[in-house]
């Protein structure tokens, strides 16, 4: 028995796999990529739900630039502020019906210069997001 094998069979005792890890096409390297490349700094989570997406940026990715989570839901909208609790630079908006934030504008202002390769774009701006019920 090759020492793979055993170490998968052990390590499946404890609920755990090992396998072969491929960054091209893991989706997790993927966003990592897509992270660096484009040097995003914020990231709008719309219908964030109980921000499974959030909490993968934070642990999995290691991400530390800015996330705006958007629910419309209570009781999800509820677990959401639980898991950005502590986290200055996690802002969590509740979009539904009964919500201060519902029908009211929302200006988002960016200016960063994204690199591809050896030409770069420097992007400035801002949108009017319009959150309705």
Known sequence: MDILRFAQLWARRFGFDIFHYNSGE??????????????????LDVGANADQFGLELRRQLEYRGHIVSFEPLRAAYAELRQAARGDASWKVLCTGRYAKHA????????GKQLNFGDDAIACRG????????
Request: overall charge positive; glycine content about 0%; aromatic content about 6%.
């Open 26 to 43: 893991h989706p997790v390297a993927r966003r990592q990529r897509l992270i660096e490349n484009y040097c995003i700094d914020t990231v």
């Open 103 to 110: 029908n009211h504008p929302c200006r988002v202002q960016f």
């Open 126 to 133: 801002s949108a009017q997001l319009a959150l309705r019920r």
